[in-house]
Structures are given as C-alpha cells and as structure tokens.
C-alpha cells in the first residue's frame, strides 16, 4: 500500500492564492485527481488526469505536477471555495485500488 | 448529464444488515465509456475522507472489493434497472458512515451520488 500525504489545512483570505500539496511516490507513475468538498455535501470532482478542469469548473483552478508531488491551485480564492480537498490516485501494480490523501481543510 | 441517486438514510442495529442503492441515469446506450466503465463504493465516516470500498463492472456485474472491504460487504449490479447496490452484514457501530457511490470516465469519480448516512446503534 501507498499513502498520499496533504497538509491538514491551509487559510488564505479572498483573492489571495491557495496551494495545496500531495505528495506519494505512486504519482510519479499514476495520474492525481483533485475533489472538494463542502460540508454536508458530497466531494465534485475540481481537476482530472493532474491538470484538465472539468467543464464547469472556474478557470481559477488549476493542477501540476512535478515528480512525485501533485499541486491543487486556487488562484483569487472566494469564499465558495471554503472547504475540504482530496488527492486521489490509483495503483495499478498489483490489486488495482484507489486512494485519497488525508484531506486539506481550506480556510477563507 | 449523467446522475447517480440513492436511497435514503438507514438506522439499524448491530447484527443487521442495510442494503443502499444507486441508480445511474442521464447517461445513452451509446455512451459505452460509462456504462462499460465501473461504479464505485465509498465509505466517509464522521470526520474522516473517503475511503474507496471496491467497484462493480457495469457491463459484467463483476464486483471487485477494496483489501478491507472482504467478507461482510457485498456489491451487485442490477442491468435492467441501472443500479448497484451495497449490502452490508453484521453491522457493526464503526460501520456508521455516508456511503457514496461514485462512477467517471474522466477520473474513477467524475459522478458521485447524493450520499447515504447508515447509522448503528443499539
């Protein structure tokens, strides 16, 4: 098994910019998605394939990755965007499994 | 647009079973990507992420259980209706969760239902 590893939280104020890291050695070989979650509701999914923006998701989000560290973006942050962000990946290596990282609580 | 609806909250006592629902629509015959692809069982405790529970073939009904999903945990797909369904045994107090069922073909999770709070308690 693997694990993704996030920062608990991360505060910014509006219009300030967000960055959240997750870090795992399978993203050197696997692709990271990125899902939010507001309280009560169920997570949607933000960025797919390390970088692509679903349609309907505001150009303000963006993903990258360098290595084995994936980075979720939020560039003049709202505070719409308050809530929980998951990293998820996949191995493929034996069983085929998914996994989250442990969540970034952002603060706005 | 595909959409992903479950059924409502359950209460139930340790030692009973729950059975959730997921029924897919929104989604044309044609879109082979998504009715060939797999829809996924997810577990959100209080406070916690989600945690991937396993996955059904949609075209094969196969399912495909997560490392500590085995034994008590069951997953079908029912084609002529285009739901799957979780059923838990034995439950147990730690088994209170949100159970979310999930599907994509962009990410495993494009899609996620509403959610279903299944709460154990004596």
């Known amino acids: 098994s693997y694990e993704l590893t996030q920062p608990p939280s991360v505060s910014v104020s509006p219009g300030q910019t967000a960055r959240i890291t997750c870090s795992g050695d399978?993203?050197?070989?696997?692709?990271v998605h990125w899902y939010h979650q507001k309280a009560g509701q169920a997570p949607t999914l933000v960025i797919f394939?390390?970088?692509e923006r679903p349609s309907g998701i505001p150009e303000r989000f963006s993903g990258s990755i360098s290595g084995t560290t994936a980075t979720l973006t939020i560039s003049g942050v709202r505070t719409e965007d308050e809530g929980d962000y998951y990293c998820?990946?996949?191995?493929?290596?034996?069983?085929?499994?998914?996994?989250f990282g442990g969540g970034t609580k952002v603060s706005v | 647009q595909v959409q992903l609806v479950q059924s409502a909250s359950e209460v139930r006592k340790p030692g009973a079973s729950v059975t959730i629902s997921c029924k897919a629509s929104?989604?044309?015959?044609?879109?082979?990507?998504?009715?060939?692809?797999?829809l996924s069982w997810l577990r959100q405790a209080p406070g916690r992420g989600p945690e991937w529970m396993g996955y059904?073939?949609?075209?094969?009904?196969?399912?495909s259980y997560a490392q500590d999903f085995t034994g008590r945990f069951v997953f079908h797909f029912d084609t002529s209706v285009s739901a799957t369904f979780l059923q838990i045994n034995n439950l147990r107090s730690d088994d209170t969760a949100t159970y979310y069922c999930?599907?994509?073909?962009?990410?495993?999770?494009?899609?996620w239902g509403q959610g279903s709070l299944v709460t154990v308690s004596s």
């Open positions: 999930a599907g994509g073909i962009n990410s495993p999770f494009d899609y």
């Open positions: 929104g989604y044309t015959s044609t879109d082979y990507r998504f009715t060939n692809y797999a």
């Open positions: 059904v073939n949609t075209y094969t009904g196969k399912p």
């Open positions: 399978v993203l050197a070989k696997q692709y």
């Open positions: 394939q390390n970088s």
């Open positions: 998820q990946s996949a191995d493929k290596s034996d069983t085929y499994f998914y996994v």
